[in-house]
């Protein structure tokens, strides 16, 4: 399982995003590789599954059900909520 957080320059955003990602998985007990990129580089067999906050999701050019939008990067609770149900569903 490859996660890859995605931001519009590929360096803060998505790498904070790529932390939080860490601490959650950790939390939830999964394992999986997790990576950041700008959206100008990232492809949809980059990864299983891409977070990305809402602002560049709709530009991105990826398989709606690979993408988990996030409102708000920084909040771990949000980050956590969607990462569990995108497993939780089975994908």
Do not use: R
């Not at 690979?66 to 995108?86: F, R, T």
Request: hydrophobic share 50%.
């Amino acid at each position: 399982m490859k996660i890859m957080a995605v931001c519009g320059a590929g360096l803060g955003s998505s790498f904070m995003m790529e932390m939080n990602i860490k601490k959650v998985l950790k939390k939830l007990e999964i394992t999986a590789d997790v990576d950041h990129s700008d959206l100008g580089s990232v492809t949809p067999d980059a990864a299983d599954v891409f977070v990305m906050a809402k602002d560049i999701a709709y530009s991105a050019n990826l398989p709606e059900n690979k993408v988990i939008i996030i409102n708000n990067i920084i909040d771990l609770k949000e980050v956590e909520d969607k990462i569990s149900a995108w497993f939780n569903a089975g994908k």
